[in-house]
């Protein structure tokens, strides 16, 4: 089965600009997370979908982030206006129950730097 | 709160020997699951190996095995017969229940395997 697609793979920007990110899951997860990944840093949850409802969105900073998940299936993530401490790179990934665990799978990521 | 440490930010080892990457956790649920993901320089994080908290018998896949410790709240990941490509970043996770929640990661160990 095809994995987690995301676009772009980087992005450079100006500070105060707009940008947005893509994620594809794989095909029949009902479950979308994304991710931030500071450097030297672990994952971190901005938040979680199950299909098109935006469940766990406790870390996302509303002020200038926004996500949407039409259909249950593909969703986006926007910076507006990006910051200097939004350069990152954003993870998407979804999952699937395996047995008795649900098992998350990442796609490559967007690298974004912020000039 | 749920914390991974992982307090070795680096680590070395030759093609063929064998490495152990150590892993703490706190908690106080009594049902969740444990994973250990591997991230390359390309960036995609790879599902290692996973472990549920209610078995006993420690996780093995191929050359990847764990000794999960419950009682201790440990959860190391030993890499036999280390090969050139298992160079990357490791991040040890934990999520409770069985549900789709984010995954809560470690800092991360910087694994270097030289020729």
């Known amino acids: 089965e095809a994995g987690v697609v995301q676009s772009p793979r980087y992005k450079i920007i100006e500070k105060k600009q707009p940008v947005a990110f893509w994620c594809n899951p794989i095909?029949?997860?009902?479950?979308l997370y994304w991710y931030r990944q500071n450097l030297g840093q672990g994952p971190e949850l901005l938040i979680r979908?199950?299909?098109?409802?935006?469940?766990?969105d406790s870390q996302l900073p509303k002020d200038r982030f926004s996500a949407e998940r039409l259909k249950g299936v593909d969703s986006t993530l926007k910076i507006q206006p990006a910051e200097l401490g939004d350069s990152a790179v954003y993870l998407c990934?979804?999952?699937?129950?395996?047995?008795?665990?649900?098992?998350?799978?990442f796609g490559p990521g967007t690298r974004l730097t912020v000039l | 709160a749920q914390t991974v440490t992982q307090s070795q930010p680096e680590m070395s080892v030759q093609e063929a020997e064998t490495v152990t990457l150590s892993c703490t956790y706190d908690?106080?649920?009594?049902?969740?699951?444990l994973f250990w993901y591997k991230q390359p320089p390309s960036r995609q994080m790879i599902l290692v190996i996973r472990?549920?908290?209610?078995?006993?018998q420690n996780a093995t896949e191929n050359r990847f095995s764990v000794n999960f410790q419950k009682a201790a709240k440990s959860f190391s990941l030993k890499i036999s017969d280390s090969q050139l490509g298992d160079t990357a970043m490791y991040f040890c996770?934990?999520?409770?229940?069985?549900?789709?929640?984010?995954?809560?990661f470690g800092k991360g160990t910087s694994l270097l395997v030289t020729p």
């Open positions: 996770a934990f999520i409770y229940s069985n549900s789709g929640y984010a995954l809560n």
């Open positions: 095909s029949g997860h009902n479950t």
């Open positions: 990934a979804s999952s699937r129950r395996d047995g008795h665990v649900y098992t998350q799978y």
């Open positions: 908690t106080s649920e009594n049902n969740y699951y």
């Open positions: 979908y199950e299909n098109e409802e935006a469940v766990d």
């Open positions: 472990q549920e908290a209610y078995k006993q």
